[in-house]
C-alpha cells in the first residue's frame, strides 16, 4: 500500500533555506527590475548632467539601461559556467556559502550606487547578482538532491521550481505596492523606495 512520508523539519529548513538563497533570487531579480525604471532613468540623467555639464542623450541612456537590465542575464551565464567547478572544489554547501556572499556583496554595491552617485556600481552589482543565480541555479539541485532520502527526492527537488516561482511573485507583489504607494503619496517617497528595490536581493541571503 502506498503510504506518504512528509519530509523532517531539518530537510524542510534546509530546502527553504537554499530556495531562498538560490532560485528565489533568480526570480526576485528578473522582475523587480521593472518597478524602478522611471527612477533609474532619473537618477541617470541626473548623474550624467552633474558629473559632465550636458544633458544625457535619450539614445545613450537607452543604452545605459539596456546595460543595467541585460547585464544579469550575463552574470548568469558566467555563473552557470562556473558554478559547477565551484561545487566540485568546494562542495555543495560551500559553494552555495560562497554564493550568498557574492550576493550580500552585490545587494551592497546596488544599494550604494544611488548615494555615491556612480550607476557603475549599478551595474557591477547587477552583474553579481547574475552571477549568485547562475550559481544557484546549477548548484541548488545537486544539495538538495544528495540531502534528500530517495522517496523525497523528487518532491524536494521541486523546491527549485516553486521559489524561482515565488521570486518572480514577491518582484511584482513589490513593484505593484510601490506602484500604488506613488499613486497615492507622490513620486518623491516612492523614489527612494524604488531605488533601494535592488539592494534588497541580498538581505535574504544575510539572514
Same mark, same amino acid.
Given at each position: ?13 534546509? #530546502? ?8 528565489? &533570487? ?26 559632465? &555639464?550636458?544633458?544625457?542623450? *535619450? ?71 547574475? #552571477?549568485?543565480?547562475? #550559481?544557484?541555479?546549477? #548548484?541548488? *539541485? ?6 534528500? *532520502? ?34 497615492? @503619496? ?15 536581493? @541580498? ?5
Amino acid at each position: 500500500s502506498f503510504k506518504t512520508t512528509l519530509p523532517s523539519w531539518t530537510l524542510f529548513l534546509a #530546502v527553504c533555506a537554499v530556495g531562498i538563497g538560490g532560485t528565489f &533570487q533568480y526570480g526576485y531579480n528578473v522582475s523587480i527590475i521593472n518597478a524602478p525604471t522611471r527612477h533609474i532613468h532619473k537618477f541617470l540623467n541626473e548623474t550624467w548632467s552633474s558629473r559632465y &555639464q550636458m544633458e544625457l542623450n *535619450p539614445n545613450l541612456l537607452t543604452l545605459l539601461w539596456s546595460v543595467i537590465a541585460s547585464i544579469f542575464s550575463l552574470g548568469g551565464l558566467c555563473g552557470a559556467y562556473i558554478g559547477g567547478s565551484i561545487a566540485i572544489r568546494l562542495g555543495r554547501k560551500g559553494a552555495l556559502l560562497v554564493n550568498n556572499f557574492i550576493a550580500i556583496l552585490a545587494s551592497i554595491l546596488m544599494g550604494i550606487s544611488f548615494p555615491t552617485g556612480l550607476f557603475e556600481l549599478l551595474m557591477a552589482g547587477r552583474f553579481l547578482i547574475g #552571477v549568485n543565480t547562475g #550559481v544557484g541555479i546549477c #548548484v541548488q *539541485p545537486l544539495y538538495i538532491g544528495e540531502i534528500s *532520502p530517495k522517496h523525497l527526492r523528487g518532491a524536494m527537488a521541486m523546491g527549485s521550481s516553486i521559489f524561482l516561482t515565488g521570486g518572480i511573485l514577491t518582484g511584482q507583489i513589490i513593484g505593484l505596492r510601490n506602484w500604488q504607494e506613488g499613486e497615492a @503619496g507622490g513620486v518623491c517617497r516612492t523614489g527612494q523606495q524604488r531605488r533601494w528595490v535592488l539592494g534588497r536581493t @541580498g538581505v535574504a541571503n544575510s539572514s
